[in-house]
């Protein structure tokens, strides 16, 4: 085989490769989005049931704050 011709094939094919990943990812959005348009439809949102925080004592937030100080420090003399 030429050359030209093994280039004419390899470019052919790299098309032909490409051309098949493109039109895929094209159909996945649109599949996708579709998908997401009739769940949103259909399927009501829930409300996020609600999450007490809670709270330290002010001890340990002192404490917690004495700690992630001296982690940075020493972390930056590290380096």
């Given amino acids: 085989m030429e050359s030209g011709q093994l280039l004419s ?3 052919t094919l790299m098309v032909l490769g490409m ?3 493109y039109v ?3 159909l996945l959005v649109f599949v996708t989005s579709t998908m997401s348009a009739l769940v949103d439809k259909y ?3 829930q409300p996020a ?3 007490p925080s809670t709270v330290s004592a002010p001890s340990e937030d ?3 704050l004495a700690v992630i ?3 940075i420090h ?3 003399t590290r380096q």
Wanted: charged residues 10%; hydrophobic residues 55%.
């Fill in 69 to 71: 100080t001296a982690a």
């Fill in 74 to 76: 020493a972390h930056r």
């Fill in 19 to 21: 051309g098949t990943v």
């Fill in 62 to 64: 002192k404490t917690l």
């Fill in 9 to 11: 094939d390899a470019f």
């Fill in 49 to 51: 049931a609600f999450q």
């Fill in 24 to 26: 895929f990812l094209t």
């Fill in 43 to 45: 399927v009501p949102a």
